[in-house]
């Protein structure tokens, strides 16, 4: 058997959709490795084409299906395959996708089966409606990208393990310069009205650390919807992410005096650092 037909008899297409209703982008969220890695693939659909793009689809097992259905039914047109960096439970999964699709990947340099490295700031479109912008945030890897989607009012980005609800990622291959850079620059800048996709569900961990750095309302805020929900993908803003996200907050007094230091970047490596240790 072979394994696009295990995964269909397998899977339970336990899929969620983060829409809103009148939109022309439709994001729905893939969980994979649930209990372990807690991964999310994305797929984004434009409405009016059907053009659709996969993003991080590093599991087959539990992607193939659904890819399957809605192509079969005429629902999407894939086009594409969009990774936001080579780490294996993000890029691991392109081989086995294009012995079913035949499509191009777009991700940093180091992705497998890579086809496209865009530039920092290019753009490309998905659709009629859908404007991605590529934006170069090395740290966690060397070749993280986050894709920042627009399509009219709609806004979302999709962060990989760069920015999580309420954290960050490691510093597998950079420094703390490069995450204040990726985090307080480059992600800042995008509108506050921005929701984000990050490549996890991490948000309950990065909450009780949180809660150890600053007590703030939203902070408390986000630690009532972590526990009253399983998920919180596409639920809080970049807006969101300057009030609870300790890692966006390196210029707070109050984290500041906790860490003993008040340049930013500093700030940022006693953070992470305490945060590996936590």
Same mark, same amino acid.
């Given at each position: 058997m072979s394994l696009l037909a295990t995964a269909i008899k397998r899977s339970s297409f336990r899929l969620f959709s983060n829409s809103i209703t009148k939109r022309t982008m439709h994001i729905f969220s893939i969980p994979m490795w649930e209990g372990t890695g807690n991964n999310y693939a994305y797929l984004v659909t434009d409405d009016k084409s059907k053009e659709a793009v996969i993003i991080d689809p590093a599991n087959p097992l539990e992607v193939l299906p659904y890819l399957k259905d809605k192509t079969d039914s005429g629902d999407i047109k894939l086009s594409k395959i969009i990774n936001t960096h080579h780490h294996h439970d993000h890029a691991g999964g392109n081989a086995e996708i294009i012995k079913y699709f035949k499509l191009p990947i777009i991700g940093g340099k180091d992705c497998d089966k890579v086809t496209t490295t865009p530039e920092?700031?290019? @753009?490309? &479109?998905?659709?009629?409606?859908?404007?991605?912008?590529?934006?170069?945030?090395?740290?966690?890897?060397?070749?993280?990208?986050?894709?920042?989607?627009? =399509?009219?009012?709609?806004?979302?980005?999709?962060?990989?393990? @760069?920015?999580?609800?309420?954290?960050?990622?490691?510093?597998?291959?950079?420094? /703390?310069?490069?995450?204040?850079?990726?985090?307080?620059?480059?992600?800042?800048?995008?509108? =506050?009205?921005?929701?984000?996709?990050?490549?996890?569900?991490? @948000?309950?961990? &990065?909450? #009780?650390?949180?809660?150890?750095?600053?007590?703030?309302? /939203?902070? #408390?805020?986000?630690?009532?919807?972590?526990?009253?929900?399983?998920?919180?993908?596409?639920?809080?803003?970049?807006? =969101?992410?300057?009030?609870?996200?300790?890692?966006?907050?390196?210029?707070?007094?109050?984290?500041?005096?906790?860490?003993?230091?008040?340049e930013p970047v500093q700030v940022m490596k006693t953070l992470r650092e305490m945060k590996d240790r936590s």
């Open positions: 920092h700031k290019s @753009t490309f &479109n998905v659709g009629d409606n859908i404007k991605v912008t590529a934006l170069h945030t090395p740290c966690h890897t060397q070749d993280s990208i986050c894709y920042f989607f627009e =399509d009219g009012s709609d806004k979302a980005v999709f962060t990989g393990d @760069t920015l999580f609800i309420g954290g960050c990622g490691r510093f597998f291959e950079g420094n /703390a310069t490069e995450m204040h850079k990726a985090l307080n620059e480059t992600l800042a800048s995008l509108p =506050d009205d921005t929701k984000v996709y990050p490549g996890h569900e991490y @948000t309950k961990g &990065n909450v #009780r650390f949180a809660k150890k750095v600053l007590d703030n309302d /939203a902070i #408390r805020r986000l630690e009532e919807y972590a526990k009253d929900n399983k998920e919180t993908q596409g639920k809080f803003t970049i807006g =969101d992410e300057k009030q609870h996200n300790v890692f966006m907050r390196v210029n707070d007094p109050n984290i500041q005096a906790l860490v003993g230091h008040d």
